[in-house]
């Protein structure tokens, strides 16, 4: 007992030297340095995560513009997707996620097949004929697409006031930006080809609901390359299919189509997916999702600064109508996940009352 209390005090001796020497205050103030460092470090890397996933994916819709210039869009969506997958599932493979089953492979062609044949593959085809700010502004629609196909698949419950005229606000934002000019016989726009871009959106919110509820890796990383190799297998027999193989001449392609097919799969497909990733896991959720508002702004100006594409009253209008609309639905999403956590909050609170 008293050897015990002799070396406390022997301990606090020594704490109270360090403390006047100043020893004590020095690493105290190195550690606080220290954590304030790493905090902004973090806040660094956090933000040029976000300008990646803007600036990258705002950009994919001019990238695939220039792509299928020169290249098939199916063929070219295949090579992207293919050789895209086959990087992440090494990537995932190597950090040590199990090898797929068959039955995740099966689920993994069916949900491929929805999102990158029908979302990607018809995407593409649809930009050789509209402009690509047009095509992004267009893709925006996704967030009222996923509703609307979350009620016909019975995911989503009734829908209130607030989503109704989001949607509404959102595809009248959409007329708008087609206007009168894809009616016409001798119009500006492509009517199949702006059904195309619309379909593309459509699809690939069918896809992103029906991947919910199938079997699919727990590894986000190996989940999306299995995705995306079946989807490159899908776009390969599509591309077969349309006799895209027998008119693809390599020496016919331009070195700009060349690298813009490089740029998709290294930064629109590997980089910025696992930039998305991280940014899931150390941010918050509706944080993350305001690339749905920045992507087609940066898509517009870009198209404008680098095709020359025109950008008009109409064009501007119907950017901020179809924004507002795509910020309604999206506001009541957050307000309804909000409820339910305030609700089961105040059952807990109730339970730990009774007991």
């Not at 267009?138 to 979350?150: D, H, Q």
């Not at 940014?279 to 992507?295: D, E, F, G, I």
């Amino acid at each position: 007992m008293v050897k015990g209390v002799l070396m406390r005090s022997g301990q606090a001796s020594e704490v109270r030297k360090l403390l006047y020497s100043g020893s004590g205050i020095e690493i105290g103030a190195r550690a606080a340095s220290r954590a304030r460092h790493a905090g902004d470090s973090r806040a660094v890397r956090v933000a040029l995560g976000f300008a990646a996933i803007y600036l990258i994916w705002g950009s994919t819709y001019l990238g695939i513009r220039f792509a299928v210039e020169t290249l098939p869009p199916f063929l070219m969506m295949a090579l992207r997707h293919t050789l895209a997958g086959s990087v992440v599932y090494a990537w995932a493979r190597r950090r040590g996620a199990a090898r797929p089953e068959f039955r995740q492979w099966v689920s993994a062609a069916a949900v491929g097949a929805i999102l990158f044949l029908g979302g990607h593959g018809v995407l593409a085809w649809g930009e050789q004929r509209v402009p690509s700010g047009l095509a992004a502004l267009m893709c925006a629609t996704l967030p009222l697409w996923m509703v609307l196909a979350g009620k016909m698949t019975g995911v989503e419950g009734r829908l209130g006031s607030r989503v109704w005229a989001g949607l509404l606000l959102g595809f009248a934002g959409v007329a708008l930006l087609i206007g009168p000019d894809a009616l016409r016989a001798g119009g500006n726009l492509n009517f199949p080809a702006i059904g195309a871009v619309l379909l593309s959106a459509l699809l690939w919110a069918v896809g992103t609901i029906w991947s919910k509820g199938v079997e699919l890796p727990k590894s986000s990383a190996l989940s999306a390359a299995i995705q995306m190799l079946m989807g490159g297998l899908s776009l390969m027999i599509a591309s077969a299919a349309a006799g895209e193989w027998s008119r693809f001449h390599p020496a016919g392609v331009s070195v700009r189509s060349w690298l813009a097919l490089l740029y998709l799969i290294v930064f629109g497909s590997i980089v910025a997916f696992t930039v998305f990733t991280w940014l899931m896991c150390v941010s918050k959720p509706s944080r993350v999702s305001t690339y749905a508002y920045v992507n087609p702004l940066v898509a517009v100006f870009l198209g404008w600064a680098l095709a020359s594409e025109v950008i008009g009253g109409r064009t501007v209008a119907a950017t901020a109508i179809i924004l507002m609309g795509v910020a309604l639905v999206n506001t009541r999403q957050r307000q309804g996940r909000e409820n339910r956590a305030s609700v089961l909050v105040e059952k807990l609170r109730e339970v730990a009352e009774e007991e």
